[in-house]
């Protein structure tokens, strides 16, 4: 959370029209220091909103206050039966839940919709036997699905005993979101 400082905040929804505060969109940035992707003129292009504003590919909302919200990345959007879903919010919850040490939510393909919320979880303790394994995914499903949207939880949770994550902490998702896509494409 913060106000901006040497340039004007724009929160702009998938029409590419601005958004009033509370609502989340891609946000983009007018004035302050121009930048380009490193040899990359088409990524650089795409940053760029027909009013001249740039992104990071951000998103997040402001308050009433002018104060900006960050929740989440647009290169993790999942797009189902034409629904933007920001795997945020499912996380922010998940990892409240007790019996959850880490979490990570993607999407996945979904031969009807396009895709699947898809969550992957580190429990505080492995359960024993598969049982256990279906029970807890269940209950977690449960659990999002009682503070949020049901579109916006995952239809399923595979439990590990460890994610992937960077020295530093950071969380690579990506490489989570490959390995399930390459194999749905596997199982083609």
């Known amino acids: ?24 969109g891609t946000i983009y940035f007018e004035g302050g220091t121009p930048f380009e992707y490193h040899n990359d003129p088409e990524k650089t292009k795409s940053s760029r909103h027909p009013q001249g504003w740039s992104t ?6 402001v ?16 797009i189902s039966g034409g629904v ?20 990570a939510v993607f999407g996945i393909p979904n031969e009807d919709f396009g ?3 898809k969550g992957v979880v580190r429990p505080v303790d492995m359960p024993a036997d598969l049982e256990q394994a279906e029970a807890l995914a269940q209950e977690l499903i449960t659990y999002c699905r009682a503070k949020l949207a049901d579109i916006k939880c995952p239809r399923s949770i595979d439990l590990r005993a460890e994610l992937p994550r960077h020295p530093t902490g ?6 989570l979101k490959e390995e399930y896509w390459a194999a749905a494409r596997r199982s083609i």
Request: charged fraction near 25%; proline fraction near 7%.
């Open 1 to 24: 959370m913060g106000a901006p400082v040497g340039c004007v905040l724009h929160i702009v929804g998938a029409d590419g029209e601005e958004l009033p505060p509370g609502e989340s």
């Open 56 to 61: 990071l590919g951000d998103v997040g909302y």
């Open 63 to 78: 308050d009433d206050d002018g104060y900006l919200f960050l929740t989440d990345r647009k290169a993790y959007m999942i």
């Open 84 to 103: 933007n879903i920001y795997p945020q919010e499912a996380e922010n919850i998940l990892v409240t839940h007790p019996k959850v040490l880490d979490v």
């Open 115 to 117: 895709e699947e919320v």
């Open 170 to 175: 950071k969380l690579y998702k990506r490489l």
